[in-house]
């Protein structure tokens, strides 16, 4: 009976799968993406050797992201989302056990993983066809690529089961992954630390581990796989790590679901709002003239209070992290040091807040089903949508303070050094005003992706914007200087920069007119 009910969840998963045009996209993306690459290689045959080996290892990095970003996305869902939905109690009225309803339930999302990696398949072939890299090597890459989405799967399931919500279940994931994923990194990090508060050679003594923890890690292995050329080097150590690791906490999850779900099927679809907002809700103050902007500002942004951490405390983290780092690997004190680490940290966390503030402006209020109340106001429809941005505007701009004083502290520095010229002509380069706008064609894409689906589309605009894009450009312009075109420094200089500031306004205005149609529509359904 529990093998049963399991086979139904997964027949009824591939079913849906079958009908969701998304995946279907998404595995034609990936295939169109793989051919330009391939297209690539070939042009620039005569400039390289090993033509198949290089497009190989170009499928596997392209294989490896793109299961790790939505693979991320779609396993940290596997409960979490009836959770959010409140329909985890009708799955446990079925009788089925929690075995069979996390089997069920992982198992499918782990086929849907399996069907993109055969799409790849026949890319592959044709890399040996094309020369350089070898067939077990080829058999090798696809057996990582599995048990590593079997890997990601039970990592994602497990966050799934603790979590409250998607969202949380995602920010978990992410933080199994980094620590399961990258286990050298951390190892690392911890040496130096202990080596900086009692010298006594730790760092040292753990460089021979260094590369034995490496060897856990696929993302270090992602192009070794495709030299091997003995059979017994097919089934390679991180592959048993990988599966051992998605073993144990499968195994943890089916250890947890009990206490983990009952809580949230007993208290009903409103215990988010008074476990989480409690705060909120006791908050008695007048709302804003804009009761809509007051809506977003109090309850999505955090109010005073997060806009106080954000703006005073996150500063003062940040720059002491930053310190910190400099001391730990033995970077002798510099405030060049402290400030540059501090800039570069800070300007994470901005893009972070612009990412989480309007990733969740419209879909908060598009699957918390009141879009269609607020575009009954008596206001203009798109007064009434800048008012929900608008009240996050507040948090974005706190977040910036640490870039803003980094920057600040940049400019002193290098007036007092006399080299205020070399940055202010840095400052009115093209390339970098093209960031600013870059920034802003990511959100407003992320912003429409949110509108299509329920999680993750800020996360696929940036993949989209920041790593597919810049990769299909860069080998663009390599062909055209491949094929003997070519330009002077100006035409790389300014004319590029500008005709694509040109470009990505015009695309933002389209992206806003998109957002605005498709919130019309979400309303009216």
Same mark, same amino acid.
């Given at each position: 009976?529990?093998?049963?009910?399991?086979?139904a969840f997964?027949t009824?998963?591939?079913?849906?799968?079958?009908r969701?045009?998304?995946?279907?996209g998404m595995?034609?993306?990936?295939a169109?993406?793989?051919?330009f690459?391939f297209?690539?290689?070939?042009?620039?045959?005569?400039?390289?050797?090993?033509?198949?080996?290089?497009?190989a290892?170009?499928v596997v990095?392209c294989?490896?992201?793109f299961?790790?970003?939505l693979?991320?996305?779609?396993f940290?869902?596997?409960?979490a989302?009836?959770k959010?939905e409140?329909?985890?109690?009708?799955?446990?009225?079925?009788g089925?056990?929690g075995?069979?309803?996390l089997?069920?339930?992982s198992?499918?999302?782990?086929?849907?993983?399996?069907l993109f990696?055969? /799409?790849? @398949?026949? !890319? $592959?072939l044709? =890399?040996i066809t094309?020369?350089?890299?070898?067939t077990?090597g080829? &058999?090798?890459?696809?057996?990582?690529?599995?048990?590593y989405?079997?890997?990601?799967?039970q990592?994602?399931?497990?966050?799934?089961v603790?979590?409250?919500?998607t969202r949380?279940?995602?920010?978990l994931?992410?933080?199994l992954?980094?620590?399961?994923?990258?286990?050298?990194?951390w190892?690392?990090?911890?040496?130096a630390?202990?080596d900086?508060?009692?010298?006594?050679?730790?760092?040292?003594?753990?460089?021979?581990w260094w590369?034995?923890?490496s060897?856990?890690s696929?993302?270090?292995?992602?192009s070794?796989?495709?030299l091997?050329?003995?059979?017994?080097?097919?089934?390679?150590p991180?592959?048993?790590?990988?599966?051992? /690791?998605? @073993?144990? !906490? $499968?195994f943890? =999850?089916?250890?947890?679901f009990e206490?983990?779900?009952?809580?949230? &099927?007993?208290?009903?679809?409103t215990?988010?709002?008074?476990?989480?907002?409690?705060?909120?809700v006791?908050d008695?103050?007048?709302?804003?003239l804009?009761?809509?902007?007051w809506?977003?500002?109090?309850?999505l942004?955090?109010?005073w209070?997060?806009?106080?951490?954000?703006?005073v405390?996150?500063p003062?983290?940040?720059f002491a992290?930053s310190?910190?780092?400099?001391?730990?690997?033995?970077v002798?004190?510099?405030g060049w040091?402290?400030v540059?680490?501090?800039?570069?940290?800070g300007?994470?966390?901005?893009l972070?807040?612009?990412?989480?503030?309007?990733g969740?402006?419209f879909?908060?209020?598009?699957h918390g089903?009141?879009?269609?109340?607020?575009?009954?106001?008596?206001r203009r429809t798109?007064?009434t949508?800048?008012s929900?941005?608008?009240?996050?505007?507040?948090?974005?701009?706190?977040?910036?303070?640490?870039f803003?004083?980094?920057?600040?502290?940049?400019?002193l520095?290098?007036m007092?050094d006399?080299?205020?010229?070399e940055?202010?002509?840095a400052?009115?380069?093209?390339?970098?005003?093209?960031?600013?706008t870059?920034?802003a064609?990511?959100?407003?894409?992320g912003?429409?992706?949110t509108?299509?689906?329920r999680?993750?589309?800020?996360?696929?605009?940036?993949a989209?914007?920041w790593?597919?894009?810049?990769?299909?450009?860069?080998?663009?312009?390599?062909?055209?200087?491949s094929?003997?075109?070519?330009?002077?420094?100006?035409f790389?200089q300014?004319?590029?920069?500008?005709?694509l500031?040109?470009?990505?306004?015009?695309?933002?205005?389209?992206?806003?007119?998109?957002?605005?149609?498709?919130?019309?529509?979400?309303?009216?359904?």
């Amino acid at each position: 009976m529990i093998n049963f009910r399991a086979t139904a969840f997964l027949t009824r998963s591939v079913r849906q799968d079958s009908r969701l045009l998304s995946h279907h996209g998404m595995r034609a993306g990936l295939a169109l993406l793989i051919l330009f690459l391939f297209y690539t290689q070939m042009q620039m045959t005569s400039l390289r050797g090993a033509v198949g080996a290089g497009f190989a290892q170009q499928v596997v990095q392209c294989c490896y992201w793109f299961l790790t970003i939505l693979g991320g996305i779609h396993f940290s869902s596997t409960i979490a989302e009836e959770k959010d939905e409140q329909t985890l109690a009708l799955l446990k009225m079925t009788g089925a056990s929690g075995f069979s309803i996390l089997a069920g339930k992982s198992l499918p999302r782990l086929a849907v993983a399996v069907l993109f990696l055969f /799409v790849v @398949a026949p !890319f $592959f072939l044709l =890399s040996i066809t094309l020369g350089g890299v070898l067939t077990l090597g080829i &058999v090798t890459s696809m057996l990582s690529m599995m048990t590593y989405a079997f890997m990601l799967g039970q990592l994602g399931l497990f966050a799934s089961v603790l979590a409250s919500s998607t969202r949380r279940a995602f920010t978990l994931t992410c933080i199994l992954w980094l620590v399961f994923e990258l286990p050298h990194w951390w190892a690392g990090l911890i040496a130096a630390s202990l080596d900086y508060l009692f010298g006594s050679g730790f760092a040292e003594n753990f460089l021979p581990w260094w590369s034995t923890l490496s060897s856990f890690s696929l993302v270090s292995n992602l192009s070794s796989t495709l030299l091997a050329f003995q059979p017994e080097e097919v089934w390679q150590p991180y592959m048993t790590y990988e599966v051992c /690791v998605g @073993a144990c !906490f $499968f195994f943890i =999850s089916w250890l947890v679901f009990e206490p983990c779900t009952s809580r949230a &099927v007993s208290e009903g679809p409103t215990a988010q709002i008074t476990r989480g907002d409690a705060g909120s809700v006791r908050d008695n103050s007048r709302p804003h003239l804009d009761p809509v902007a007051w809506k977003t500002w109090r309850f999505l942004s955090g109010g005073w209070p997060w806009l106080i951490v954000r703006a005073v405390v996150a500063p003062v983290v940040i720059f002491a992290v930053s310190y910190a780092l400099a001391q730990i690997f033995g970077v002798t004190f510099d405030g060049w040091v402290v400030v540059m680490g501090a800039l570069y940290i800070g300007l994470a966390f901005w893009l972070i807040t612009i990412a989480r503030m309007l990733g969740r402006c419209f879909s908060e209020e598009i699957h918390g089903e009141t879009l269609a109340s607020l575009v009954m106001l008596p206001r203009r429809t798109g007064y009434t949508f800048w008012s929900l941005v608008k009240g996050v505007i507040p948090a974005i701009l706190a977040s910036s303070v640490t870039f803003a004083i980094s920057m600040g502290l940049l400019l002193l520095w290098v007036m007092v050094d006399g080299e205020l010229d070399e940055l202010l002509e840095a400052m009115v380069q093209p390339w970098l005003w093209h960031f600013l706008t870059w920034v802003a064609v990511t959100a407003h894409l992320g912003v429409l992706l949110t509108t299509y689906i329920r999680f993750g589309g800020m996360l696929l605009s940036v993949a989209i914007c920041w790593f597919g894009m810049p990769i299909l450009c860069g080998m663009s312009i390599a062909l055209v200087l491949s094929g003997g075109g070519g330009g002077g420094r100006e035409f790389f200089q300014y004319l590029i920069p500008f005709g694509l500031i040109v470009f990505e306004v015009f695309m933002c205005a389209i992206l806003q007119r998109q957002i605005h149609d498709r919130l019309i529509l979400l309303a009216g359904k």
